[in-house]
């Protein structure tokens, strides 16, 4: 816990380092009540600093220190100057050694941050600033070292014992123990460390790469959990193949393992050659993962595999750049599960993950550029900006020159830059540099925080043949205040004719026309596009494939919407024309609602639903995208004032009449797929992941009906599933119903059989506490004091408070604030004990701008509770306080 006051940090301020460590020699003892931790240091002053010998200030919190040598000489107290968070030291000559022995207490670490035990295993975390609470170091990503490492453990409880690169010697110790040490030829930042030790048990295969090398690829995990691990290794294998060929990336150590632990701040972590993973992203097998998990294990193993270039090889020069290896890393996974799963499908989730949490964010009081200027707490900027909308940045790069464009740069930047720290505006630099471009407006992408708006409106001039659309971009201000300048938004966009077919596409100015669907480039705050040869007045098919992270609006009717929901050549945009679709119908009924009216659902829903519903050419994943309707999140995120009750009951009554007017076709798909998964064991694959979520999203559906054979069906489903997707989704159903009785049965039995499954019963604190039916937060309340809840196991907050606040919005608004001071209570009580998990749970009480002025107060005043409720983790502190600002 802190004691000194946070203080902000400026990208501006940024200084090289004065002093570099070329090697790092870690020896690690690891006891039961306390560890030691020997480094030795091989350091020089920085060239590029000039001459001088400054003092040298290492980072280190929460150490005690038994010792320290420079060049040879043990220092006395008078020799060195230590505070809470550093330790500084007068070198003498410009190449000196400096050896340090700290304390640490990793059996009691519970912020999971640095050395901690996590059950009976020893594992680290150290992204960003963790390994200062292992030793003394400059932990800052562009100093760059070579390491070495030494783990000594008793031999019984830690038969295994890991880090970073490849093992070189091992062997017995005195008393039962024994030591193992590993070395890494690669240079890295701090961050990239890791150590593990326990009683592990491994899957083992390989991989041989481009260049024909043998590469071992091992996954630890604990000996209960050996049989879920072939996903995962199936995953890597495909990440391994994929990098290669499509980014020309090989892997470059002997050796690369990836550990399961069960306490994890977040999915899962990239140290070189060493990955760390929440169990919940590596462990997978149809009996106890749903298919969303299976997708959710293969797209993180790919994640941080790729790191190893994209993060690794080429890192960050400081934090402030994170979305260089983040962004475009997460535009990578992207690319991967596209080309694994179907790739409308997966573009289709992202965006609606986008629009509806990092446009939140971008419209909260945490709003920041996807290169912040500024921070408290780093741990904080680990954001949807910095990831997800990092991602689209590096997407519009890619739209911009093209397949092969990126790849000339994404070459560039990896030979130009490997083996070194470097900025955002090196990666651009690279794709400018290789393709001959100019994306210095561009950049603005980069330094300008909020999502742009662009409203488009036309004109046909049925005389001349010519078709215009006027783009208007504009930003809305953000806390930063940075006045906005135009980006550049690249819109792809067609145009359909009366019959729905495609038209060809020339520019007022151009020699002939360049295909059905383009790019143009909009760089302007108002900006005229003009087609000419267009003998039709013709319907815009706009920002296909979503080539822009921005809120466009055309003034499309309903009709028109239901046209480009059968026509639109772009499947992303027959997804898109539903969800406009619905988005005006489902506002149509909240408004009715907040008049008193009674509640009149637009037929022609209906009836889109149903021609989807009844194509069977269509890919069975898109018509349950198409089914689903917007999410009560994503109605908040884009009212100007989120009602709470009226968006809530304006959605369960549209669900409850599509329900009644599409039974019988859903009930036919229901059955039809019901029937499949009966025949066919299960496979993890996107033709089956397709067929049961269309299952899925109808029984969902047709249990609004109460209808007792639907209730037969999803009893029947429940009990004789051989996998999670479908017993899942049928006791989500149960729980959600009325049939107390049934529901009840079906959670106990399903708790009695999985209750030494941790990941399996985070799955039933979800669909407990994700339910809408009244009384949610007394269930919630009930289910932390059930025995396999632990308030210091993230995923069981996650579990449970997170799904709770973050998407049973009913439950959580409700209108006497007892959800938000059941979360600051919450808040508080970890931020305690692990502030990075504080400072997430927080997030549903920053967007307090987004309601009533009664829930507002209510909001505020728990934000202002947490404030003075004493001492603050900079994480905690930086939010609370951001947010009342
Ligand atoms: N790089 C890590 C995230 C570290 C978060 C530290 N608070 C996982 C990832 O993005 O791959
Ligand atoms: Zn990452």
């Given at each position: 816990?802190r004691?000194?006051?946070p203080?902000?940090?400026y990208?501006?301020?940024y200084q090289?380092p004065?002093?570099l460590?070329?090697?790092?020699h870690l020896?690690?003892?690891?006891?039961?009540d306390?560890?030691?931790v020997?480094a030795q240091l091989?350091?020089?002053?920085?060239p590029?600093?000039g001459?001088?010998l400054?003092?040298?200030?290492?980072d280190?919190?929460?150490l005690?220190l038994l010792s320290v040598?420079l060049?040879d000489r043990?220092?006395s107290?008078?020799d060195?100057?230590?505070t809470?968070?550093?330790?500084?030291?007068?070198?003498?000559?410009?190449?000196?050694?400096?050896d340090?022995?700290?304390r640490?207490?990793?059996?009691t670490?519970?912020?999971?941050?640095g050395l901690?035990k996590?059950g009976?295993m020893?594992?680290?975390q150290c992204?960003a600033?963790?390994?200062r609470?292992i030793t003394?170091?400059?932990?800052?990503p562009?100093v760059m070292s070579?390491?070495t490492t030494?783990v000594v453990?008793?031999?019984?409880?830690?038969?295994?014992?890991?880090s970073?690169g490849?093992p070189i010697?091992?062997?017995?110790?005195?008393?039962?123990?024994?030591?193992?040490?590993w070395?890494d030829?690669?240079?890295?930042?701090a961050y990239?460390f890791a150590?593990?030790?326990?009683?592990?048990?491994?899957?083992?295969?390989s991989?041989?790469?481009?260049?024909k090398r043998?590469?071992?690829l091992?996954?630890y995990?604990?000996p209960?959990n050996?049989d879920?691990?072939q996903?995962a290794?199936?995953s890597?294998?495909k990440?391994?193949?994929w990098?290669?060929?499509?980014?020309?990336?090989?892997?470059?150590?002997d050796i690369f393992m990836?550990?399961?632990?069960?306490?994890?701040?977040m999915?899962?972590?990239e140290?070189?050659?060493?990955?760390?993973?929440?169990?919940s992203?590596?462990?997978?097998?149809?009996?106890?993962?749903?298919?969303?998990a299976?997708q959710?294990?293969?797209?993180?193993?790919a994640?941080e595999y790729f790191?190893?270039?994209?993060?690794?090889?080429?890192?960050?020069?400081?934090w402030?750049?994170?979305?260089l290896k983040?962004?475009?890393?997460?535009f990578?996974d992207?690319?991967?599960?596209?080309?694994?799963?179907s790739?409308?499908?997966?573009?289709?989730?992202d965006?609606?993950?986008?629009?509806t949490h990092?446009?939140?964010?971008?419209a909260?009081?945490m709003?920041?550029?996807?290169?912040?200027?500024?921070?408290i707490e780093?741990?904080?900027?680990?954001t949807l900006?910095?990831?997800e909308k990092?991602s689209e940045v590096?997407?519009m790069?890619?739209?911009?020159?093209?397949?092969?464009?990126f790849?000339k740069?994404s070459d560039?930047?990896?030979?130009r830059h490997?083996?070194?720290?470097v900025?955002?505006?090196?990666?651009?630099k690279?794709?400018?540099?290789?393709?001959?471009?100019d994306?210095?407006q561009?950049?603005r992408?980069y330094?300008?925080?909020?999502?742009p708006r662009?409203?488009?409106?036309?004109?046909?001039?049925?005389?001349?043949?010519?078709y215009?659309?006027?783009?208007r971009?504009?930003?809305p201000?953000?806390p930063?205040?940075?006045?906005?300048?135009?980006f550049v938004i690249p819109?792809e966009?067609?145009l359909?004719d009366?019959k729905?077919?495609e038209?060809?596409?020339r520019?007022?100015?151009?020699?002939?026309?360049?295909?059905t669907?383009?790019v143009?480039?909009v760089?302007?705050?108002e900006?005229t596009f003009t087609?000419?040869?267009?003998?039709e007045q013709?319907l815009p098919?706009?920002?296909r494939g979503?080539?822009?992270p921005v809120?466009?609006?055309?003034?499309?009717?309903?009709?028109?919407?239901m046209?480009?929901?059968?026509?639109?050549?772009?499947?992303?945009n027959r997804?898109?024309?539903?969800?406009q679709?619905?988005?005006?119908?489902?506002?149509e009924?909240i408004?009715?609602?907040q008049?008193?009216?009674?509640?009149?659902?637009d037929?022609?829903?209906v009836s889109?639903?149903k021609?989807?519903?009844?194509d069977?050419s269509?890919?069975q994943?898109?018509?349950?995208?198409m089914?689903?309707?917007?999410?009560?999140?994503y109605l908040?995120e884009?009212?100007?004032v989120a009602?709470?009750?009226?968006?809530?009951?304006?959605r369960e009554?549209?669900?409850k009449?599509l329900?009644?007017n599409l039974?019988?076709a859903?009930w036919?798909?229901y059955?039809a797929?019901r029937d499949?998964?009966?025949q066919t064991?299960?496979?993890?694959e996107a033709?089956h992941?397709?067929?049961r979520a269309?299952?899925?999203?109808?029984?969902s559906?047709?249990m609004?009906s109460g209808?007792p054979e639907?209730l037969?069906?999803?009893?029947?489903?429940?009990e004789?599933?051989d996998n999670?997707?479908?017993r899942?989704?049928a006791?989500?159903?149960?729980?959600?119903s009325p049939?107390?009785e049934q529901?009840?049965l079906?959670?106990?039995s399903?708790?009695?059989h999985?209750?030494d499954?941790?990941?399996?019963?985070?799955?039933w604190?979800?669909?407990?506490?994700?339910?809408t039916?009244?009384?949610?937060?007394?269930r919630v309340k009930?289910?932390?004091q059930h025995?396999?809840?632990?308030?210091?196991?993230?995923n069981?907050?996650r579990?449970l408070?997170g799904?709770?606040a973050?998407?049973?919005l009913?439950?959580?608004?409700a209108a006497d604030g007892?959800g938000y001071r059941f979360?600051a209570?919450?808040v508080?009580e970890?931020n305690?004990?692990?502030?990075q998990i504080?400072?997430?749970q927080?997030?549903p009480?920053?967007r307090?701008?987004k309601?009533d002025t009664?829930?507002?107060?209510?909001?505020k005043?728990e934000?202002e509770?947490?404030l003075a409720?004493?001492?603050?983790?900079?994480?905690v502190?930086?939010v609370?306080s951001?947010?009342?600002a």
């Amino acid at each position: 816990m802190r004691t000194e006051q946070p203080k902000m940090i400026y990208l501006k301020d940024y200084q090289a380092p004065e002093y570099l460590i070329d090697e790092t020699h870690l020896t690690f003892e690891l006891f039961e009540d306390h560890s030691l931790v020997h480094a030795q240091l091989v350091m020089r002053r920085n060239p590029e600093r000039g001459p001088g010998l400054p003092p040298l200030v290492l980072d280190g919190q929460q150490l005690e220190l038994l010792s320290v040598t420079l060049a040879d000489r043990e220092l006395s107290a008078g020799d060195y100057q230590l505070t809470e968070n550093t330790l500084t030291l007068q070198p003498a000559s410009e190449s000196f050694t400096v050896d340090t022995s700290v304390r640490i207490h990793p059996e009691t670490n519970t912020a999971l941050e640095g050395l901690y035990k996590s059950g009976t295993m020893f594992c680290t975390q150290c992204e960003a600033e963790g390994f200062r609470k292992i030793t003394y170091y400059l932990d800052r990503p562009d100093v760059m070292s070579k390491f070495t490492t030494t783990v000594v453990a008793e031999q019984h409880s830690y038969p295994v014992l890991l880090s970073n690169g490849n093992p070189i010697a091992s062997g017995p110790g005195e008393d039962g123990r024994h030591w193992a040490t590993w070395e890494d030829p690669f240079m890295k930042p701090a961050y990239l460390f890791a150590l593990v030790a326990g009683d592990l048990w491994c899957v083992e295969d390989s991989f041989t790469t481009m260049t024909k090398r043998n590469v071992a690829l091992r996954i630890y995990v604990e000996p209960e959990n050996i049989d879920k691990c072939q996903h995962a290794m199936n995953s890597l294998k495909k990440s391994m193949r994929w990098d290669e060929e499509v980014y020309g990336r090989e892997y470059d150590l002997d050796i690369f393992m990836i550990v399961a632990v069960n306490d994890f701040n977040m999915g899962a972590m990239e140290n070189k050659g060493l990955n760390i993973f929440n169990s919940s992203a590596v462990l997978a097998r149809a009996e106890t993962a749903t298919d969303a998990a299976h997708q959710r294990v293969e797209a993180i193993v790919a994640h941080e595999y790729f790191h190893n270039w994209s993060g690794n090889r080429v890192t960050c020069r400081d934090w402030f750049q994170l979305s260089l290896k983040e962004g475009f890393t997460v535009f990578r996974d992207a690319g991967f599960s596209s080309d694994m799963n179907s790739a409308t499908v997966k573009r289709i989730q992202d965006v609606a993950y986008l629009r509806t949490h990092q446009f939140a964010e971008d419209a909260g009081p945490m709003a920041h550029a996807v290169r912040p200027d500024s921070f408290i707490e780093i741990s904080n900027f680990y954001t949807l900006t910095v990831y997800e909308k990092g991602s689209e940045v590096v997407g519009m790069i890619h739209t911009l020159l093209g397949a092969g464009g990126f790849r000339k740069g994404s070459d560039l930047y990896f030979e130009r830059h490997d083996g070194q720290a470097v900025t955002c505006d090196d990666f651009v630099k690279a794709m400018e540099d290789a393709n001959g471009v100019d994306l210095t407006q561009f950049k603005r992408w980069y330094s300008q925080a909020g999502t742009p708006r662009l409203a488009v409106s036309e004109s046909y001039d049925a005389a001349a043949k010519t078709y215009s659309l006027t783009f208007r971009q504009s930003c809305p201000e953000t806390p930063d205040k940075v006045e906005k300048l135009p980006f550049v938004i690249p819109v792809e966009l067609g145009l359909l004719d009366s019959k729905g077919n495609e038209i060809a596409l020339r520019l007022a100015g151009e020699a002939s026309a360049q295909g059905t669907s383009r790019v143009i480039s909009v760089t302007e705050a108002e900006q005229t596009f003009t087609f000419v040869d267009i003998a039709e007045q013709p319907l815009p098919s706009l920002l296909r494939g979503f080539s822009a992270p921005v809120k466009l609006s055309f003034p499309y009717n309903r009709d028109q919407l239901m046209f480009l929901m059968q026509h639109d050549s772009d499947g992303f945009n027959r997804w898109d024309a539903g969800q406009q679709l619905s988005v005006q119908v489902l506002q149509e009924l909240i408004a009715q609602q907040q008049k008193g009216e009674s509640l009149v659902l637009d037929p022609r829903l209906v009836s889109a639903l149903k021609t989807v519903l009844s194509d069977e050419s269509l890919d069975q994943a898109m018509v349950a995208e198409m089914l689903s309707l917007p999410s009560e999140a994503y109605l908040t995120e884009i009212s100007e004032v989120a009602d709470v009750e009226a968006i809530h009951n304006a959605r369960e009554f549209a669900r409850k009449q599509l329900a009644d007017n599409l039974f019988e076709a859903l009930w036919l798909r229901y059955q039809a797929n019901r029937d499949l998964s009966k025949q066919t064991p299960y496979v993890a694959e996107a033709e089956h992941f397709a067929r049961r979520a269309l299952q899925n999203i109808a029984l969902s559906y047709l249990m609004l009906s109460g209808k007792p054979e639907v209730l037969a069906a999803a009893l029947e489903q429940f009990e004789n599933s051989d996998n999670m997707t479908e017993r899942l989704t049928a006791l989500a159903v149960l729980v959600n119903s009325p049939f107390e009785e049934q529901k009840a049965l079906a959670l106990a039995s399903f708790a009695e059989h999985f209750k030494d499954n941790p990941l399996v019963m985070d799955q039933w604190f979800s669909v407990q506490a994700g339910s809408t039916l009244p009384g949610g937060l007394a269930r919630v309340k009930a289910l932390m004091q059930h025995p396999a809840f632990n308030i210091k196991n993230p995923n069981k907050v996650r579990a449970l408070v997170g799904a709770f606040a973050g998407q049973n919005l009913i439950n959580f608004h409700a209108a006497d604030g007892s959800g938000y001071r059941f979360l600051a209570d919450l808040v508080i009580e970890l931020n305690g004990f692990n502030p990075q998990i504080a400072s997430r749970q927080l997030a549903p009480l920053t967007r307090w701008r987004k309601y009533d002025t009664a829930r507002q107060a209510l909001m505020k005043a728990e934000l202002e509770r947490i404030l003075a409720s004493g001492q603050l983790s900079s994480d905690v502190y930086e939010v609370v306080s951001k947010s009342l600002a």
